[in-house]
């Protein structure tokens, strides 16, 4: 089950948060949590949670924003997407992209953009944790008109 972000998920979602994240203190994510709960035609940006069902608490978290490129046009992109299980990964991520393509359409976007980060390293000029280097960050860009994947120029 994926919907939008709701209240009562910010701080069932900050176990998540802190394995993902941990240099986001309880209070910040409360902070930016309530913050990414807005809803109404105007909002650009937001966080999916996924669920296993009706009454469990949240197993994933994407956050999203409306963007545009000169190689896409209007784009979602989900620049973080957080799995509680690695066990069960690809099965809630392949939840979660149905319900980004009909956010996307929602927000009269052409195409969805995703990022999949691998080989978590440690930042070696701080004490906070990089998901990835640069070098293991994999973007994807699909248009929804024709499910075909873009692929700009180098």
Not at 19 to 25: D, G, K
Not at 76 to 94: R, V, W
Not at 118 to 137: A, E, F, Y
Request: with cysteine; net charge positive; proline share 6%.
């Amino acid at each position: 089950m994926v919907r939008r972000l709701d209240r009562a998920d910010v701080p069932l979602l900050y176990p998540l948060i802190r394995i993902s994240l941990p240099h986001l203190s309880l209070r910040d994510w409360i902070r930016i949590g309530r913050r990414m709960v807005r809803s109404g035609a105007r909002v650009q940006e937001g966080i999916l949670v996924a669920h296993y069902g009706p009454g469990r608490p949240p197993c994933a978290m994407a956050t999203f924003r409306r963007g545009f490129d000169l190689y896409s046009g209007d784009t979602l992109t989900a620049d973080h997407i957080l799995t509680l299980s690695y066990t069960h990964q690809q099965k809630i991520i392949d939840a979660l992209l149905p319900a980004m393509e009909t956010l996307a359409r929602e927000m009269g976007c052409d195409a969805i953009r995703t990022f999949s980060h691998s080989n978590r390293v440690l930042n070696q000029d701080g004490p906070v944790r990089k998901l990835c280097s640069t070098s293991h960050i994999t973007e994807r860009t699909v248009r929804l008109d024709r499910n075909k994947e873009i692929v700009p120029p180098s």
